[in-house]
């Protein structure tokens, strides 16, 4: 039953239906036309280590390096976050100057967050994404002009990798400087040993040593060599510590670096726990709180794994093999820099021994040699480290540019239209819903009821009345005409006990058909043989007049009630036999005061002895009170009530008005129904057709 009142109610409301169907897909088509329009272009890059750099600087002896520039360490969710942070969409936009509409550069965030409108305006967005699983990274660039869009998308590919690029090559940028400036400082020194040598020859005219000298000499540069190196390479240990401590200070519970998982199995496995835990979470709060028991036992556990991944790494950065054999390394460096120092103030003293010129000499000559040793290593360590930043390389690749896009992605006609139908739908059915449940008229037989519990003595379907036309004027199988007849037949049987001579017939509000509705049961009911008298007793707002052609008000009740001329002289023929009229007559100024008259109920008394039925057409019952005078004067009373007009609350108005003064309605007739808006009007109205038309044969 709800369907089927779902259905009446769509039938009824189909206009507004269909209206806002209309209405939304022009929306949606009208928008498709006048929007910006956007485009996309994508770029593509993909993270990737370069084995080949690795093999090389491994053979160099580099293998620190080599292993920092592996890529091991990089993530795609990381270089998709560091692809969208400001320095880089800032340097995107100072390269394509990108300017709002004031002439001002765009704000990095307005390019990375859509606002509210920008997809309906077309403003320029930039999307990373990672693509299907793979280790390859799109770049999606919106904006009004598709040549923009391809900019975009390869302005950040190519400021990304460049970045990249810079930031692999620091740690070797930073070594070179450092072995650059000692460089220049050994160079100096050596240059000045050397001069100081060849001033002492010339002062001391001194042409060789013996071989003692020269071994001491060769001693001491040895060690003077080795303490450089000593030193060099303790600076290099502490350089890598500090890169070390970093990437320690960077970890926690949420980044772990592979090489730190590769040392500890523990962690990887604690890691894997939590992993696995909060993705359980993650599944459970789909169905259930966060006060749930299970997600509660689920935060425990993810708390407790934490707090042992907390300490397992404190434990790992304080045990780090790596660490641990640097810092051992550093301590070696550091007491083998001590020995060697104590070493060459022994070497040294022995130079007591020897006449003072010639220690001079061999001291001089020792500096220089230890000088020109140290300003070789260190020509041999730049020229590593020059190797390694030529083949240090970004581990982002440019694998596809950017195509100029050829269509725009919004808007789209035939996706608008569909989307503006679909939401014309919704909200037409939504109205529809909402006016259902403001609107209480009476639409069918149910809600009729539901307002008056009175008999139902017929409903009339809706027809085309007007000046002039009554049932005469249709084909006697026509549905209408049978309606009528059904109603007559309702009257006649409601009416056994006690046979109506005067019926009057009257409505809640004006407009309902009340006048239509009884020219055309004076009609029926004098076609079944019985003579028939309309009399019009609305001297407000008369109309019977209207229906019957030759007829008019020059003669009427007004005048009989004033003694002006007999009920005889008023009648007025009409073309159906045994249907006579009573119109009302020239509008009197003071209507209430005729109707309340004796007259009236005496010459309505006299009409029904002379014919067979009298039906009296009276005002409103609401808006006028000659309907309540009226009904204490003839037989019975029958209400009629307009479908799809007359509200609920306002009939339950007339009932308790008419019940007010004792007047209980011989029946009610549901007027101008439109079958095609119930549920089987239409069956029914097809059905009686189909039987008329083939001569009553089932």
């Not at 956007?38 to 090389?56: E, G, L």
């Not at 942070?85 to 390269?95: A, F, L």
Request: overall charge negative; proline content about 4%.
């Amino acid at each position: 039953m709800e369907l089927l009142k779902i259905y009446t109610a769509l039938l009824r409301r189909k206009w507004l239906l269909v209206q806002a169907v209309v209405l939304f897909t022009l929306v949606g088509g009208v928008s498709a036309l006048t929007l910006p329009k956007s485009y996309q272009a994508t770029s593509k890059v993909m993270v990737a280590s370069s084995d080949a750099t690795s093999a090389v600087l491994s053979d160099l002896g580099l293998q620190e390096l080599a292993v920092g520039l592996s890529g091991a360490s990089d993530e795609i969710q990381n270089h998709i976050a560091l692809s969208t942070t400001r320095p880089i969409v800032d340097e995107v936009v100072w390269r394509l100057q990108l300017r709002d509409d004031e002439g001002r550069l765009l704000d990095a965030d307005k390019l990375i967050i859509a606002g509210t409108f920008g997809p309906l305006l077309a403003e320029p967005l930039i999307e990373v994404r990672q693509h299907q699983s793979t280790d390859i990274i799109t770049i999606t660039a919106t904006s009004n002009d598709p040549e923009l869009s391809r900019l975009m998308a390869d302005t950040v590919a190519r400021v990304y990798i460049a970045d990249t690029r810079d930031r692999s090559k620091q740690e070797t940028q930073e070594a070179r400087k450092f072995v650059e400036g000692r460089l220049e400082l050994v160079r100096a020194e050596f240059d000045r040993a050397l001069a100081r040598i060849a001033d002492v020859q010339e002062q001391e005219q001194i042409i060789d040593l013996d071989s003692e000298v020269r071994s001491a000499v060769g001693r001491i540069s040895e060690l003077m060599l080795a303490g450089e190196e000593a030193e060099t390479r303790a600076q290099e240990i502490q350089a890598q510590i500090g890169s070390i401590r970093g990437i320690q200070g960077r970890e926690d519970i949420d980044y772990i670096g592979p090489s730190t998982v590769i040392e500890n199995v523990g962690i990887k496995d604690m890691r894997d726990q939590l992993s696995t835990l909060r993705m359980q979470r993650v599944t459970e709060a789909l169905e259930k709180t966060d006060r749930h028991p299970d997600i509660q036992r689920i935060d425990a556990q993810i708390a407790g794994v934490e707090e042992e991944l907390v300490v397992l790494l404190e434990e790992q950065h304080g045990m780090d093999p790596t660490l641990i054999k640097l810092e051992v390394e550093l301590a070696g460096l550091h007491d083998r820099g001590v020995a060697i120092d104590a070493a060459i103030k022994r070497t040294t003293e022995t130079f007591s021994l020897y006449p003072d010129k010639m220690r001079k000499l061999s001291q001089l000559q020792l500096a220089a040699t230890a000088a020109e040793e140290i300003y070789r290593s260190l020509q041999s360590q730049s020229y590593q480290i020059a190797v390694a930043e030529a083949m240090t390389t970004s581990p982002i690749q440019f694998v596809e540019p950017a195509k100029r896009p050829d269509r725009q992605v919004s808007p789209r006609l035939v996706v608008n239209l569909v989307i503006g139908f679909a939401v014309g739908l919704l909200v037409g059915l939504g109205l529809v819903a909402a006016f259902e449940y403001i609107d209480d008229s009476i639409k069918g037989a149910d809600s009729l009821k539901e307002a008056w519990d009175a008999p139902q003595l017929g409903i009339i379907p809706q027809y085309k009345a007007g000046l002039g036309i009554t049932l005469s004027n249709l084909k006697p199988t026509d549905p209408v005409v049978e309606a009528f007849r059904t109603l007559r037949s309702a009257i006649q049987y409601a009416t056994l006990d006690q046979p109506a001579s005067s019926l009057l017939i009257t409505s809640s509000l004006p407009g309902e058909g009340k006048s239509t509705l009884m020219a055309n049961l004076a009609v029926t009911i004098a076609q079944g043989g019985r003579s028939v008298l309309v009399v019009d007793c609305d001297l407000r707002r008369p109309t019977q007049h209207t229906f019957w052609p030759q007829t008019g008000t020059h003669t009427g009740l007004t005048q009989v009630l004033l003694g002006k001329v007999s009920w005889q002289d008023a009648l007025q023929a009409t073309p159906v036999e045994g249907l006579s009229l009573l119109a009302s007559g020239p509008i009197p100024p003071n209507p209430g005061k005729l109707v309340e008259s004796l007259k009236l109920r005496q010459l309505l008394l006299e009409l029904g002895k002379h014919h067979d039925v009298v039906l009296v057409d009276a005002p409103p019952a609401l808006v006028v009170n000659d309907a309540l005078l009226i009904a204490g004067m003839v037989d019975h009373v029958i209400v009629v009530v307009e479908s799809g007009s007359t509200p609920g609350r306002v009939l339950q108005d007339a009932r308790e008005r008419l019940q007010a003064h004792g007047i209980e309605p011989l029946g009610l007739v549901l007027n101008k129904l439109e079958y095609s808006l119930t549920p089987y009007g239409g069956k029914y109205a097809a059905a009686y057709k189909t039987y008329t038309s083939t001569g009553g044969a089932a």
